[in-house]
């Protein structure tokens, strides 16, 4: 009698339990009703409440919780197709994409051709960058299954084709949709509008318009469903095809309707679209209204009015665009307008702004603007070299552990990368503890990466900071930082000082003027040193010159003079270390030294990676030297 009556007493409890969550439930105490749940489970091990706990769970933004608690109740019904599904989207949400795409693969296994993991699978390679697997999947779809297919399978496959430049494929599959699915109605407009710019592509104008004017019967916006991204579209490719005066139907219409280009992307292409119709009073009056509904303090309004003043001085009106600029020079002088964060942007943003005043010949403006900037980015550069070259030398005098240099590196990698996989993946508000993966870490390396964290906390809690850049990011260890007391590190050795400035110090906030792809950057630097001469300025131009070479052949001699850490420390490249015989006189224990500045008497004898990196000083110095 004892089992029955112990069965009894478990189902009155579960019974009782699940009553609780309910009322917890209805005065939206949420987390109680989890933890109540959870206890019921623990005392009576329903399958059923795995399914409950999964589904509150992702309702309550747990995903991991969810993804864990799915994994408990398919343990048990191994078959619930629904469940898996269900489990692998949450992975797609968690990023683990590899997950994701191995959940579906099985259950298209177990069922071919299931509409929605196609779908799932076709979006997440896409999303990878294999737009490729994901044509073969829907063509796959399209072929084998046309019993599962739908328009939606279409509208995908039409946009990998689009995307990829198929524009002839493109217009077979929505010619072939239109007999088979169409037959008995009309073509969706959006599938009409795809076709459309595809003929535009193709340069069947005639087409094309006959598609496209299709969507002037329908209004931006209609019962709730909006038609914004169609005409945009349109805009977008009718202007590229320099069908200039088309597409003004169209971005009239989406002018008439208010409060829709709220993206700074969407109003600009539509502005753009009328200057290149040369309908300037239009866009001009865009830009008016745009500066009026913003604040001074929106980072979107100086962008905004260089825009405006860069089209009066395109116009030739030279004067309104003076006045524009005088404008925000005395907002900016009285601190009314917000930068960007990013050291990059902002000074992308005065770069624009000096070449509207060099458009419109105002030389002094011109160099009053961009010196200011240009001077404290080398003060920056000079700064990086001096942590760079600090570090190099710690790294390899010996004075600090070799495990605890090349765990300050991991975290300089961790902090640009985003984090160490897995790092930062609990959620400290969940129920369960279980859903964390196992740290795989040998305990030396653990040990290692926790004194790290431990320096860089109390380092940043000291409020220590090398560099004008400030530091890596924030990670998840909890250590022992003394309660978060600032904690004073000058009774470390130097050589530690020295590698921990060299990790909290954020050098990627710095733009690297010499690199190929920031031309803007370069030529910029060049016109300012030009029009210093010109101006009678020749020390300030010659100080700029000598500073930028030193810094330009500091960036040409170093793998990655923005940063202080490199392959040959880390376990991705070990094994060719140890193939690689010790040179005389060579660093060969993975430190810094391994990827520092080469000694002159060595870079004669350095192979090819040197010669390479000497043309480029000499490049570079070459394309700054007047």
Not at 54 to 76: D, H, N, P
Not at 348 to 368: N, P, T, V, W
Not at 518 to 541: F, I, K, P, R
């Amino acid at each position: 009698m004892a089992k029955p009556l112990l069965v009894c007493k478990c189902v009155a409890w579960s019974a009782y339990s699940a009553a609780t969550a309910e009322h917890h439930i209805s005065t939206y105490n949420h987390r109680v009703s989890l933890q109540t749940r959870h206890t019921c489970l623990v005392t009576v091990q329903d399958v059923g409440l795995w399914h409950k706990l999964a589904t509150m769970s992702a309702e309550q933004g747990y995903i991991r919780q969810a993804v864990y608690c799915w994994s408990k109740f398919l343990s048990k019904e191994r078959d619930d197709f629904e469940a898996r599904f269900t489990r692998a989207q949450l992975y797609g949400v968690l990023r683990e994409g590899w997950k994701a795409k191995g959940q579906f693969q099985q259950l298209l296994g177990k069922e071919p051709g299931h509409p929605e993991v196609v779908k799932e699978l076709a979006r997440l390679y896409n999303e990878d960058g294999d737009p490729s697997t994901a044509i073969e999947l829907l063509e796959t779809q399209l072929r084998d299954h046309y019993d599962k297919l739908d328009l939606t399978h279409i509208n995908m496959l039409a946009d990998l084709y689009i995307n990829l430049g198929h524009h002839d494929n493109a217009v077979k599959l929505v010619n072939r949709t239109e007999e088979v699915f169409c037959s008995q109605g009309d073509l969706p407009i959006d599938l009409q509008v795809r076709r459309g710019t595809c003929y535009l592509n193709m340069g069947d104008q005639a087409s094309a318009v006959a598609d496209l004017q299709q969507l002037l019967d329908h209004p931006v916006v209609e019962d709730e469903v909006s038609y914004l991204d169609l005409y945009l579209l349109v805009v977008e490719q009718a202007c590229k095809a320099g069908l200039d005066k088309f597409a003004v139907a169209y971005m009239d219409k989406i002018r008439a309707t208010p409060g829709l280009l709220e993206d700074v992307k969407d109003w600009q292409l539509v502005i753009d679209g009328y200057c290149r119709a040369d309908k300037h009073d239009v866009a001009i009056e865009m830009y008016k209204q745009k500066l009026a509904e913003l604040a001074q303090q929106d980072e979107r309004y100086f962008p905004t009015v260089l825009a405006l003043a860069r089209l009066y001085a395109g116009i030739g009106q030279k004067s309104a665009a003076t006045e524009l600029l005088s404008q925000l020079d005395n907002q900016l002088s009285q601190g009314d307008i917000t930068l960007p964060d990013a050291r990059g942007v902002q000074l992308s943003l005065f770069i624009a702004k000096g070449s509207i005043h060099l458009e419109l010949g105002q030389k002094e403006d011109f160099a009053a603007c961009l010196l200011p900037h240009y001077s404290t980015l080398l003060q920056l550069a000079e700064n990086n070299a001096a942590i760079v070259k600090a570090a190099n030398q710690a790294s390899s005098s010996g004075a600090v552990p070799k495990e605890l240099v090349l765990a300050l590196k991991r975290r300089k990698m961790y902090a640009r990368k985003g984090g160490r996989k897995g790092e930062g993946a609990a959620e400290t508000e969940s129920v369960f503890q279980g859903y964390v993966s196992r740290d795989r870490r040998k305990k030396h390396v653990a040990e290692a990466d926790q004194a790290a964290e431990l320096l860089l906390r109390r380092a940043r809690a000291a409020g220590i900071r090398s560099g004008a850049v400030s530091g890596a990011e924030d990670t998840d260890f909890e250590g022992d930082d003394d309660q978060g007391q600032p904690q004073d590190l000058g009774d470390l050795p130097a050589e530690l000082q020295a590698l921990v400035a060299a990790v909290t110090a954020d050098q990627h906030e710095i733009p690297d003027m010499f690199n190929p792809e920031n031309t803007q950057l370069y030529g910029s630097l060049c016109d300012l040193v030009h029009v210093l001469l010109e101006l009678g300025q020749n020390s300030e131009a010659e100080s700029l010159l000598k500073r930028a070479q030193a810094v330009s052949a500091f960036s040409a001699s170093s793998k990655d003079a923005m940063a202080w850490w490199g392959p040959s420390g880390l376990a991705g490249n070990r094994a060719s270390a140890k193939k690689a015989k010790p040179q005389p006189g060579a660093a060969s224990d993975g430190n810094v030294s391994d990827w520092a500045p080469a000694a002159p008497a060595a870079a004669a004898a350095a192979g090819p990676a040197a010669a390479d990196r000497r043309e480029h000083v000499r490049k570079a110095r070459e394309g700054i030297r007047l």
